[in-house]
């Protein structure tokens, strides 16, 4: 048991387990959670009374969480000195899930992303974005009910590795430098110089998380997006590990999209299709054929863009929760920033926190309190009391606060 300079740990509860591959969910587990940086304290404070009451409502007393604020970001930094104390990874590792606001993190010089650290030191491989629509949000598309697609984007590799040194450093001219002479690339003078490391290891591995998500939740189908055309021996690679381990993992549960296309006995209705996009065609794919998709596996950066585009098609990010898995551990989080202009003016919509914690205790197994939580947004949504970012998309809604919206939700779960 880790020991806490910063945070409290709760004096009752239970760290959730992990084994033999399967996750150990006690009924009064700890969960920690860090508020997050410039709104996140107002989205917090919403949220876990959402959280608590559809406990509450889905179990009586038979079961209940202990929260356990720890630190990160600009509040840690503040109050401690560190903008990631060690003790935060510890109490994610020892406690197996948890949960967090945004984090703020400097463009260009600085720290690193708070988030990108916790992604990698956890080796939480995946980021999991589920996008869809709820009625009466407004957005940009015709019909945004056909899209309804969970994004796996693999979260260690690719360029968000960072691996990269600054143009005019010595380390940037000596790679360029090595490149010219040995491999005979031509390396302009003064470059940036970053490296785009993706392995079989790393790619079948987010792979088969999706698969595997994709048979249990029956999915349709599972696509593979990558910019292989180009990048023929990282993103191409993505694509044939990826059909590699869904040829070898999941044989007799998958069936490739040109397999169907032959026909035959290898055209197998009942199985779940797999198939492979180029990037750029995929953002399109998304706004004209939204519904022929369903799970859809990418690397890093690939899934960075696309979760966001996907995420506007149905009215923006305030709704678009995240989860960062790997083997036994989780971190769910906003997937939004932390529009520091509004911090402390209880405006901003909590959604992304409430549904990431949706996500949370769907992976926990404790799925009654999901779905209360989302008939509890639907019905807040349909009945028009909604933060400004719905509000001003929405005629006829009546703008609330973040502590209004999250009491709607709470009542929704009732009506």
């Given at each position: 048991?880790?020991?806490?300079?910063?945070a409290?740990?709760?004096?009752?509860?239970?760290?959730?387990?992990?084994?033999?591959?399967?996750?150990?969910?006690?009924?009064?587990?700890?969960?920690?959670?860090?508020?997050?940086?410039?709104?996140?304290?107002?989205?917090?404070?919403?949220?876990?009374?959402?959280?608590?009451?559809?406990?509450?409502?889905?179990?009586?007393?038979?079961?209940?969480?202990?929260?356990?604020?720890?630190y990160?970001g600009?509040?840690?930094?503040?109050k401690?000195?560190?903008w990631?104390?060690?003790?935060?990874?510890?109490?994610?590792?020892?406690?197996?899930?948890?949960?967090?606001?945004?984090?703020?993190t400097?463009?260009g010089?600085?720290?690193r992303?708070?988030?990108?650290?916790?992604?990698?030191?956890?080796?939480?491989?995946?980021?999991?974005?589920?996008?869809?629509?709820?009625?009466?949000?407004?957005?940009?598309?015709?019909?945004?009910?056909?899209?309804?697609?969970?994004?796996?984007?693999?979260?260690?590799?690719?360029?968000?590795?960072?691996?990269?040194?600054?143009?005019?450093?010595?380390?940037?001219?000596?790679?360029?430098?090595?490149?010219?002479?040995r491999?005979?690339?031509?390396?302009?003078?003064?470059?940036?110089?970053?490296?785009?490391?993706?392995?079989?290891?790393?790619?079948?591995?987010?792979?088969?998380?999706?698969?595997?998500?994709?048979?249990?939740?029956d999915?349709?189908?599972?696509?593979?997006?990558?910019?292989?055309?180009?990048?023929?021996?990282?993103?191409?690679?993505?694509?044939?590990?990826?059909?590699?381990?869904?040829?070898?993992?999941?044989?007799a549960?998958?069936?490739?999209?040109?397999d169907?296309a032959?026909?035959?006995?290898?055209?197998?209705?009942?199985?779940?299709?797999?198939?492979?996009?180029?990037a750029?065609?995929?953002?399109?794919?998304?706004?004209?054929?939204?519904?022929?998709?369903?799970v859809?596996?990418?690397?890093?950066?690939?899934?960075?863009?696309?979760?966001?585009?996907?995420?506007?098609q149905?009215?923006?990010?305030?709704?678009?929760?995240?989860?960062?898995?790997?083997?036994?551990?989780?971190?769910?989080?906003?997937?939004?920033?932390?529009?520091?202009?509004?911090?402390?003016?209880?405006?901003?919509?909590?959604?992304?926190?409430?549904l990431?914690?949706?996500?949370?205790?769907?992976?926990?197994?404790?799925?009654?309190?999901?779905?209360?939580?989302?008939?509890?947004?639907?019905?807040?949504?349909?009945?028009?009391?909604?933060?400004?970012?719905?509000?001003r998309?929405?005629?006829?809604?009546?703008?609330?606060?973040?502590?209004?919206?999250?009491?709607?939700?709470?009542?929704?779960?009732?009506?």
């Open positions: 048991m880790a020991s806490y300079r910063f409290t740990r709760p004096s009752d509860g239970d760290a959730i387990a992990f084994e033999n591959g399967v996750l150990r969910v006690p009924d009064h587990p700890v969960i920690p959670f860090v508020e997050g940086d410039g709104t996140g304290p107002d989205i917090w404070r919403a949220s876990v009374r959402v959280f608590d009451a559809a406990i509450k409502k889905a179990y009586g007393d038979a079961r209940k969480v202990s929260w356990m604020k720890v990160a600009e509040e840690s930094h503040a401690h000195g560190e990631l104390p060690d003790e935060t990874l510890d109490a994610f590792k020892e406690f197996r899930v948890s949960i967090k606001g945004p984090l703020s400097p463009v010089g600085g720290i992303s708070l988030n990108v650290t916790l992604r990698q030191v956890l080796d939480l491989y995946a980021c999991i974005r589920p996008v869809r629509y709820f009625e009466g949000v407004g957005n940009p598309m015709k019909e945004p009910e056909k899209l309804n697609v969970v994004i796996f984007r693999e979260n260690t590799e690719d360029v968000y590795a960072g691996i990269e040194w600054k143009a005019g450093s010595p380390e940037a001219e000596e790679i360029a430098q090595f490149l010219r002479s491999f005979g690339k031509d390396i302009r003078e003064h470059s940036a110089i970053g490296i785009k490391p993706m392995s079989e290891f790393g790619s079948r591995r987010l792979v088969r998380m999706a698969i595997q998500y994709a048979l249990e939740n999915r349709r189908s599972l696509t593979l997006v990558h910019k292989g055309n180009i990048m023929k021996y990282t993103e191409g690679a993505f694509r044939d590990w990826g059909y590699a381990e869904a040829s070898s993992g999941f044989g549960q998958t069936v490739t999209e040109a169907l032959r026909g035959g006995t290898a055209a197998r209705a009942d199985a779940l299709i797999v198939k492979d996009r180029i750029d065609a995929m953002f399109q794919q998304l706004l004209l054929r939204p519904d022929e998709y369903d859809i596996a990418t690397p890093n950066l690939n899934g960075d863009y696309l979760s966001d585009a996907a995420a506007a149905v009215g923006g990010l305030g709704l678009a929760p995240g989860g960062n898995v790997g083997d036994g551990v989780a971190v769910f989080e906003a997937t939004h920033g932390t529009a520091p202009k509004y911090a402390n003016l209880d405006k901003i919509n909590p959604g992304s926190v409430v990431s914690g949706v996500m949370m205790f769907e992976y926990m197994g404790w799925k009654e309190v999901g779905a209360l939580i989302v008939r509890g947004l639907e019905r807040a949504i349909k009945g028009k009391r909604v933060t400004y970012d719905l509000a998309q929405m005629p006829g809604a009546t703008e609330v606060s973040t502590s209004s919206f999250g009491d709607e939700i709470i009542k929704g779960m009732s009506a």
